[in-house]
């Protein structure tokens, strides 16, 4: 797998494809080494899918990229910058790590609204997107009384609500019914096949398999296999092309979270 992380890392710095490029990034949080010399891209119009165990790094990546941890070494960068030197950073890459993250008083319509007024954004857009994810009907409910996912569905409306050239989400999956599920895989599907970058951090394996074109596997800080999903696939031959097969054998050495005292999850 070595040769797949040099082919993506050489990559990341030559081609405008890249929407966003993580390099050389490591981060501590006292004692634990959350990332050690991380470095991946994600491609315009491709779903990049990143597993790993927890504590593997993920959310911590995504936090980096999204400014809200600055690494210990390395950079990361959307469209050439850090996300801290873009002046309208909703309109360059759009995000949902925490579906819970919303004012229970307030509607969704109003709580888009609020999100478009601060971005200079039309507050006709609140609209379009609410009818986009599925929930124009209910646009005035409070966003207390929402279940899970239908918070995931407003997540994903304020993430696309300035119309992203990239979006990064973390576990968009969870509280999602059969039905849900089926419609995420469209919404991600669609959204790369309009030249987006999108990246998406996520457990559930499987739904990735059907949805992604890229893998990222994280362990213990690094990156395990940066390669497309067929190519990782391809490897484990005919008889066993799972892409939970190809998670297994590249974590089983890298399971960190061994009790619970002994790490955070990153």
Not at 121 to 135: C, F, P
Request: glycine content about 10%.
């Amino acid at each position: 797998m070595s040769q797949h992380r040099q082919s993506a890392t050489h990559k990341q710095s030559s081609s405008p494809a890249n929407v966003i490029e993580v390099c050389e990034v490591s981060k501590r949080f006292g004692t634990v080494t959350a990332l050690d010399g991380v470095s991946f891209a994600v491609r315009r119009g491709l779903v990049t899918g990143m597993v790993g165990p927890n504590g593997a790094g993920k959310s911590t990546v995504l936090r980096v990229i999204l400014g809200l941890h600055r690494p210990d070494t390395g950079r990361a960068l959307v469209d050439g910058r850090p996300y801290r030197d873009l002046s309208r950073p909703l309109t360059r890459v759009g995000s949902l790590l925490d579906a819970s993250a919303l004012h229970p008083a307030r509607s969704a319509r109003s709580h888009l609204r609020w999100l478009a007024h601060s971005q200079g954004i039309r507050a006709t857009q609140a609209d379009r997107l609410l009818e986009r994810v599925g929930l124009a009907s209910a646009a005035r409910r409070r966003c207390g009384g929402f279940s899970l996912g239908m918070r995931q569905r407003l997540g994903l409306a304020a993430a696309l609500l300035a119309d992203p050239a990239a979006v990064l989400l973390d576990e968009p999956f969870n509280g999602l019914d059969p039905e849900g599920i089926v419609w995420m895989r469209e919404l991600l599907a669609g959204l790369a096949a309009e030249g987006r970058a999108v990246l998406v951090s996520s457990h559930l394996i499987g739904e990735l398999q059907q949805v992604a074109q890229h893998l990222i596997v994280l362990g213990t800080g690094r990156v395990l296999a940066d390669a497309p999903v067929a190519e990782l696939l391809t490897a484990q031959g005919p008889e066993r092309a799972d892409l939970e097969g190809v998670y297994f054998r590249l974590t089983q050495n890298a399971v960190r979270y061994q009790s619970s005292n002994a790490w955070r999850q990153a």
